[in-house]
């Protein structure tokens, strides 16, 4: 079974110029995206230790940042955990104590519920928690993850962690591995076809709670555009329209 990783590097190598990403004027093509993962990778491994996989908070809006984050913390071997902005101080501390992340990727812009100094003054609990602050699909790095006594062993097949927030407990997170992924994938394609010229839109407009994690491994699947719909007039957009 490839790993998503491949496949999508498969699409890349098929058709570079094809759309990966839009956002109103904002867009990435296939090429682009996976440049910029791939540099980003590296910034990652450059702060967490490449031989033992950890995992990598992204605590970032929906938008270009999280996806190519996204796909570097998969491309440099390690776990993506997703914890969405309004995320408060304590979801972080329980994501700590959960998860044990050795990196917190967050915007280099903060947000109104956490700007960046917040941001960095919880990170600082957790001790030896490298922070990245990500501007558009670039990631400045700050520090490396240092813990001697190391994180805790991870479930075997673990590929990715996506947080709920609870108002009326810490937040919850739904854990896929390469496999259940796969099969998620495998069956939306098969029920919804999306290709270069049927995009991945988010917010989803399909019933259940889809979130960003979920629209982007299908869109990288399957080669899929994915689109941020509340900022793109889907009725006038063409896929096809949109080449690099």
């Known amino acids: 079974m490839p790993r998503l990783i491949d496949r999508f590097e498969f699409h890349v190598t098929a058709e570079p110029e094809a759309l990966a990403f839009a956002a109103g ?26 031989d033992q996989r950890a995992v990598v908070v992204v605590h970032l809006p ?56 917040a941001v960095q003054e919880v990170v600082s609990y957790g001790r030896g928690v490298a922070l990245g602050l990500a501007e558009g699909t670039a990631v400045d790095v700050r520090g490396r993850a240092e813990d001697p006594s190391g994180p805790a062993p991870l479930p075997d097949g673990l590929l990715l962690l996506d947080f709920k927030l609870d108002e ?27 290709s270069r010229q049927v995009p991945v839109l988010l917010p989803c407009p399909l ?20 689109i941020i719909r509340d900022t793109l007039v889907m009725a006038a957009f063409n896929p096809a329209d949109h080449k690099v």
């Not at 591995?177 to 919804?192: G, P």
Request: aromatic share 6%.
């Open 168 to 194: 009326t407990g810490p937040p919850e997170a739904l854990a896929h591995s390469e496999e259940s992924l796969d099969a998620q994938n495998q069956y939306m394609t098969e029920r919804y076809g999306p």
């Open 207 to 226: 019933p259940g709670t889809k979130t960003i994690v979920d629209a982007a491994s299908l869109s990288l699947y399957a080669g899929a555009p994915l």
């Open 62 to 117: 929906d938008s270009a940042a999280w996806l190519a984050m996204f796909l570097a913390v998969l491309r440099a071997g390690h776990i993506c955990a997703r914890l969405p902005v309004t995320a408060r101080a304590q979801d972080f501390l329980h994501v700590f104590e959960k998860a044990e992340p050795a990196m917190v990727i967050s915007s280099a812009q903060g947000c109104e519920q956490m700007p960046v100094a």
């Open 25 to 50: 004027t904002n867009t990435l093509s296939r090429a682009e995206l996976w440049l910029a993962s791939g540099i980003a990778a590296e910034e990652i491994r450059s702060a967490v230790d490449s």
